[in-house]
Nanobody, 125 residues
């Protein structure tokens, strides 16, 4: 069983930055493809970014390319999402997720079995 715990959310002004963390336990984190999703009020959960087990490959949804950076520290069993140049439309609950696969597993939330509780990000205009 894998447990994921997000942290680092908060309230920030437009143009500001936040770094989210996702601490994993109960599994072999260093082998897992990891993702970040987000869900805004009244909207479906959407894919934000993903990273391969080694960190060599990263993937982003178009709306965050050039502003967000996903990374990981396998020694600390932690994944990160650095968010810069934040916009009000980035306001959402952010979740990390995995299905313990080594290979990329798609952008649909239903592809992932393990989720954190989420961390709220609010960007004020």
């Amino acid at each position: 069983q894998v447990q994921l715990v997000e942290s680092g959310g908060g309230l920030v002004q437009t143009g500001g930055s936040l770094r989210l963390s996702c601490a994993a336990s109960g599994g072999t984190f260093s082998r897992y493809y990891m993702c970040w999703f987000r869900q805004a009020p009244g909207k479906e959960r959407e894919f934000v970014a993903a990273i391969s087990w080694s960190g060599a490959n990263t993937y982003y949804t178009d709306s965050v390319k050039g502003r967000f950076t996903i990374s990981r520290d396998n020694a600390k069993n932690t994944a990160y999402l650095q968010m810069n140049s934040l916009k009000p439309e980035d306001t959402a609950v952010y979740y990390c997720a995995t299905n313990r696969a080594t290979r990329p597993s798609g952008t649909n939330p239903s592809d992932y079995d393990y989720w954190g509780q989420g961390t709220q990000v609010t960007v004020s205009s």
